[in-house]
């Protein structure tokens, strides 16, 4: 698209014989028309024409017009239509040369007139006597003559600067035309080699399509030949494979009724054993899957109870305390008894302001009763202290000492409230774990609610079933092989090892432990004195430290106590069954995979 832009542009550029190119446009200059007359002789144009280049050949605007000129070139010099290309810019070329010459000649004859003047304007300052008003129109005239030169010089160097590029222009255009003829001689030559390696590959192709015609005839005779012979051979095959085929029928009957004689002695002798030895394997086999499930149940108890007593006792050292509950209560929901202990600390201030305004009162009122008392002889006292009747500071006394009581009483409740709590949200947490973990033998209760006390009674009512529905199934997962004792074994050791390693870490003690150990507790502590009164918000957390060690509820304490006899009598019970499972076992009890499935 670019080639033929360039072309058009060309074409369509009007040279005149009166006119200069209109090339000049490109570089901002005017296109004024100068009438053609004869150049002077080649040797003064290539004087002026050098005089030219070398005083404008490095400015910015011949080298744009250097760069458009070579583009239009190539773009000529490009396709495979050159040779009418070249015959364009040939006619083009004449007619710029043309025109170039005659504004060439136009220019010298201007730079004539302006010598001319130049002269006679010189003449005329030499002359000593002359008008003001002569003077000043000979400065008008000057000037205009001034910028007539200034405008022919413009027109001169733009004349030069387009001969240089036609020339330029020329110049390229030979190179390029003969390039293309020496391209058009090598195309002849090679078209010339071709057309005789076209005939050399005609004359092997015929000479080819009859060696191909002698081969074929030779093929269908070889080809009836093998027919024969293939007949021959099978016909000779069939006679053979028949006499082979009675053979084998011959050999197959035999070994058909030997196998025939082994199939019935054996079948008679497995008769014979499996009704002596049938009862007896039947019964080998339940008591071996009865001991092996019950060995699995015991190891998994006895390493949960140990685990579990193991833990117990590191949390015993870095705590301090003995009491199982207690640990748990130290240990479980401190959010909620953070919220709880804050919660009752605003109903405690609440009540004590209340009776701090209830006492203000009484006294005041018992002061307006006792303000004017007569005496014996009639005379009233103003001061209520010199009174002899005391029974109302008395009774006040006596009240007070009452809601210090009651005050002492409600912080044990409220203790013994928090750690019921407590015990009831760690057991919430256990069966809402337990739940999850049963999910595949019984139906998911909503139990992530703080207050879900009743589906709690409910889910513990129904878990005895959940366990006997967990055993059958760990019963026949034994039975079946796909359960394996020694990986329950090695994954309950695994998360036991993962448990000490936690209860054993410092930073976890430092950061769960709420109370102080048993060496900070007989150590001697300054303690700031409790008020009267009440109790403030910041001595809260510990009054119910200190009192958690003291308090001790006997309900609790004798349930725990059944809870853990309950426990050694089934861990006693357990742990003779198994030693007497080993003495009446010769062999090792077969492994089962737990790889599909986990104990929680």
Aim: net charge neutral; proline share 2%; with cysteine.
């Amino acid at each position: 698209m670019v080639k033929a832009a360039s072309k058009e542009q060309l074409k369509t550029t009007h040279f005149g014989a009166t006119t200069l190119p209109r090339i000049a446009a490109q570089r901002g200059a005017s296109s004024t028309p100068v009438t053609a007359r004869t150049h002077r002789d080649s040797r003064f144009s290539s004087q002026k024409l050098s005089g030219f280049l070398s005083s404008r050949g490095n400015t910015g605007a011949n080298r744009g017009l250097h760069e458009l000129v070579d583009r239009t070139l190539d773009e000529f010099s490009s396709g495979a239509a050159a040779d009418s290309a070249i015959e364009d810019v040939r006619r083009i070329l004449a007619t710029v040369r043309k025109q170039y010459d005659e504004a060439h000649a136009e220019a010298e004859r201007k730079e004539r007139e302006l010598n001319l003047l130049r002269e006679r304007i010189q003449a005329v300052d030499n002359v000593s006597q002359v008008d003001t008003e002569e003077v000043f129109k000979m400065e008008g005239a000057r000037q205009k003559l001034e910028d007539q030169l200034q405008e022919v010089n413009n027109k001169i160097e733009e004349a030069k600067m387009n001969r240089k590029v036609y020339d330029h222009m020329l110049e390229r255009i030979k190179r390029e035309y003969l390039h293309i003829r020496e391209q058009m001689v090598k195309m002849e030559k090679h078209l010339k080699r071709k057309k005789a390696e076209f005939k050399e590959k005609a004359e092997k192709a015929r000479r080819v399509a009859v060696e191909r015609e002698t081969a074929t005839k030779e093929y269908e005779a070889a080809l009836a030949e093998l027919e024969e012979e293939r007949t021959a051979r099978e016909g000779a095959l069939e006679d053979m494979m028949g006499s082979l085929q009675s053979m084998k029928d011959s050999i197959k009957r035999r070994a058909d009724f030997e196998r025939w004689r082994h199939e019935v002695a054996l079948e008679a002798a497995n008769e014979a054993f499996n009704a002596s030895a049938g009862r007896l394997r039947k019964l080998w086999v339940m008591e071996k899957l009865t001991g092996n499930c019950l060995q699995k149940i015991m190891v998994e108890q006895v390493q949960k109870s140990q685990a579990t007593e193991d833990g117990f006792q590191r949390i015993r050292e870095v705590t301090g305390l003995n009491d199982v509950m207690d640990i748990v209560h130290r240990f479980l929901n401190r959010e909620l008894e953070q919220d709880h202990l804050k919660q009752c600390v605003k109903e405690a201030e609440a009540r004590l302001e209340e009776l701090k305004k209830e006492n203000t009162r009484l006294r005041t009122e018992a002061a307006d009763a006792n303000l004017f008392v007569p005496n014996e002889l009639g005379d009233e006292l103003p001061d209520p202290l010199t009174n002899e009747n005391r029974s109302l500071y008395i009774e006040i006394d006596e009240r007070e000492r009452e809601l210090a009581k009651v005050s002492k009483s409600y912080t044990v409740s409220r203790d013994r409230l928090q750690k019921a709590r407590i015990e009831a949200e760690h057991v919430r947490r256990w069966a809402e774990r337990v739940n999850k973990s049963m999910g595949a033998f019984e139906d998911q209760m909503d139990l992530s609610s703080p207050q879900c006390y009743q589906a709690l009674a409910q889910y513990f009512e129904r878990l005895p079933k959940t366990i006997e529905l967990f055993c059958a199934h760990v019963k026949e997962q034994l039975a079946s092989g796909k359960v394996r004792i020694k990986s329950a074994t090695q994954a309950k050791s695994r998360a036991v090892r993962e448990q000490n390693d936690l209860l054993n870490d410092e930073e976890f003690g430092r950061v769960n432990c709420r109370v102080r150990s048993s060496r900070a507790l007989a150590s001697p502590v300054n303690r700031a004195p409790r008020p009267e009164n009440g109790t403030k918000k910041g001595d809260m957390m510990d009054d119910v430290n200190d009192e958690d060690d003291t308090v001790d509820d006997p309900r609790y304490t004798s349930d725990r106590e059944v809870l853990k006899a309950t426990s050694s009598s089934k861990v006693t019970e357990e742990e003779k069954k198994i030693k007497s499972t080993k003495l009446r076992k010769k062999k090792k009890a077969p492994e089962v995979d737990l790889d599909e499935w986990s104990v929680s």
